[in-house]
């Protein structure tokens, strides 16, 4: 690898113990095992998704795992899952050294009875305030991850985050290793956020389509055939019934679920449904959609989250070759640079420049 590239990620890949600071980001039903150790052992950092399991699978999946790999890989818990206290301890149990804590704000004692244990805790910082708060209550690590991401997604950009939170990290928290997940395909656009300030970088869309990616063949094809404008974010229809924005490729379940909205607003302005009720009918359509899509392969009514960076899925690929891919652009990119004195020598070339 080059000193350069070396040196960008430096504090990213000695927090996570990898060779290169790339995380795999987690993703339900997708990052199992198989996906995960593979990410791990091609010199990435992949973190496996625990979803909705009991931990008693939690704990099959970890052993799975660290049986196929040495290295380090983390675990990704949901902060409102009813087991979480369990699910730390299982965490704890089986020496897993890294917790990425996801959907929502985790409380500080929840970050340090992790940390008290021995455990990394990175979490996920949707504003500068907020991370600095949890960096405050224990965080060792921040992901921020813009709207372009696959699965739930917040309502800020990741470039905008990038500029609002990475500099003023670096000016007053240099030691808090921040990473940017959300619209990564390239390795480009890595470098770009490492030479912000992050020190590594989270793709989750980009992995997917991995030979090691157990995800359904259906669900693969439907990755490689989309582009970024299919990965669009669910619809909200009326500001009195809130939807959680998840960004997915539209499909026949993404229609029928405006019509649902529709139909359960007007039973309810009939009077057929209390708000309460409307609400969760509007909420359970989802339920169990994305293992539908992601392990029964049913792409029309199942979720098939994804981000924008769908569009540079084009083909299956070891996560080996996928990872060195985007280390080679990365490194390509820095050593054009550098020939070029400044600016994108490709461009420079092709303008006759
Ligand atoms: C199918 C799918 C499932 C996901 N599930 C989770 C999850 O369970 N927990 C989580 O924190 N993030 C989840 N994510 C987000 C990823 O971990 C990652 O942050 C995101 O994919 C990065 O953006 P990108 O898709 O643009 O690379 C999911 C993403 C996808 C595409």
Redesign the pocket.
């Known amino acids: 690898m080059s000193s350069g590239l070396n040196h960008l990620w430096k504090r990213g890949a000695e927090f996570l113990g990898s060779e290169y600071a790339i995380m795999g ?7 199992e095992a198989n996906l995960v150790s593979g990410i791990s052992n091609a010199g990435g950092f992949g ?1 496996l ?1 625990c ?1 909705s399991m009991p931990p008693a699978l939690l704990e099959k999946e970890i052993r799975a795992t660290a049986a196929k790999t040495a290295n380090p890989f983390g675990v ?1 818990l ?1 902060i409102m899952h009813s087991e979480l206290g369990s699910l730390i301890d299982t965490c704890i149990d089986n020496k897993v050294s890294h917790i ?1 804590l ?2 929502g704000l985790p409380k500080s004692v929840t970050i340090s009875r992790i940390k008290n244990a021995g455990i990394k805790v990175i979490c ?1 910082a949707p504003s500068y305030p907020i991370g600095k708060k949890l960096v405050k209550a224990g965080a060792d690590a921040l ?1 921020i ?1 813009g709207m ?5 997604i917040g309502p800020v950009s990741t470039s905008v985050l990038a500029q609002e939170i990475l500099p003023e990290m670096t000016r007053e928290m240099p030691e808090i290793p921040v990473f940017v ?5 390239r390795g480009e656009a890595m470098v770009s956020y490492l030479e912000m300030g992050a020190s590594g970088c ?5 992995f ?1 389509c991995a030979n090691e990616s157990i995800a359904h063949p259906s669900f693969k094809r439907a990755f490689l055939k989309a582009s970024a404008r299919d990965a669009v974010p669910s619809v909200q229809i009326d500001p009195e019934f809130p939807v959680i924005p998840v960004r997915a490729l539209a499909n026949r379940a993404s229609t029928e679920f405006i019509l649902l909205q529709r139909k359960t607003i007007e039973d309810y302005r009939a009077g057929k449904l209390d708000k309460q009720a409307a609400q969760l009918q509007i909420e359970h359509f989802w339920a169990g959609a ?1 293992r539908r899509a ?1 392990v029964e392969g049913d792409i029309e009514n199942g979720s098939l ?5 769908v569009g540079m899925v084009t083909k299956e690929q070891s996560v080996k070759e996928i990872i060195e891919e985007l280390v080679f652009q990365a490194e390509d990119y820095l050593r054009a640079r550098k020939t070029a004195g400044a600016g994108n020598l490709k461009i420079a070339e092709k303008i006759g420049g």
Do not use: K, P, Y
């Open positions: 980001g987690a993703m339900t039903w997708v990052s973190v998704a979803g990704n949901i990425v996801a959907g996920f992901v991850e372009e991401a696959g699965g739930h997940a959300g619209g990564i395909g989270q793709l989750g869309t980009r997917v994305l992601v989250m994804a981000g924008q960076s």
